[in-house]
């Protein structure tokens, strides 16, 4: 049971490249989170998808995109990497009710030079 | 403004010990909170989850509490281990929006022979 994976673990980038950040569950959860965490704050929610085809902006959108074509994956974006983007990034997933909670992928280690 | 303060932000104990970490919501109306264990260069795991109607909840030797009217929150650890050594997030749920929970920083906890 894999739970949620994310690839790479980590990644250096150079100002103005792009990446994917992959994300995939086998828990046949409807929603799915991206994540990501700086030293010394909480969690800050980027996207979220309530289902295949379905996404919706969080509180930090700004500089990603992301799809949702099936349920297992949804995949983050970063078009143009600037030094604001260097953190460490979660998926998560949950059922519709987030009654059993979030499971949280490994995370991706993310530095922008 | 939603938002979820924890304290102490970091806390040191010998192992054996017993430790209470603290967390103060502003979110109201409330669905649930929750507390999460995250070891380090790990997701964060689900430790214990308490509706607004819930006063405690144990799991193994982590016991939260959760006083909806004064929106404090508590874990207490029980006679420590050097596992126990990570940090330790209050996440709180929204009523009217589940989907966008809200993360607090985190408690950094060190368990030392």
């Known amino acids: 049971n894999a739970g949620v994976t994310q690839t790479p673990k980590f990644r250096i980038l150079k100002i103005g490249q792009s990446m994917t950040l992959q994300c995939t569950q086998d828990?046949?959860?409807?929603?799915m989170y991206w994540y990501r965490q700086d030293p010394g704050m909480g969690l800050k929610l980027i996207y979220y998808?309530?289902?295949?085809?379905?996404?919706d902006k969080g509180e930090v959108p700004n500089g990603y995109n992301v799809s949702r074509s099936t349920t297992e994956d949804f995949p983050l974006r970063l078009e143009l990497a600037a030094p604001s983007q260097t953190s460490v990034y979660f998926c998560?997933?949950?059922?519709?009710?987030?009654?059993?909670?979030?499971?949280f992928g490994s995370g991706t280690r993310l530095t922008v030079v | 403004k939603n938002q979820v303060e924890q304290s102490p932000q970091s806390l040191i104990i010998l192992e054996g010990k017993n430790c209470t970490l603290q967390?103060?919501?502003?979110?109201?109306?409330?669905?649930?909170l929750r507390w999460y264990k995250q070891d380090t260069g790990r997701g964060p795991v689900s430790l214990t989850i308490?509706?607004?109607?819930?006063n405690t909840k144990s799991n193994g030797r982590y016991t939260a509490t959760l006083d909806a009217d004064t929106k404090q929150s508590s874990l207490h650890i029980t006679a420590s281990q050097l596992s126990d050594s990570a940090s330790y997030i209050c996440?709180?749920?929204?009523?009217?929006?589940?989907?966008?929970?809200?993360f607090g920083p985190g408690t950094s906890l060190s368990v030392i022979p």
């Open positions: 998560a997933s949950s059922y519709p009710d987030g009654g059993n909670g979030y499971t």
């Open positions: 828990m046949n959860h409807n929603y």
């Open positions: 998808s309530v289902g295949a085809g379905i996404t």
């Open positions: 967390c103060n919501y502003t979110v109201s109306p409330f669905s649930n």
């Open positions: 308490m509706t607004f109607s819930e």
């Open positions: 996440v709180v749920s929204p009523k009217t929006s589940y989907d966008k929970v809200i």
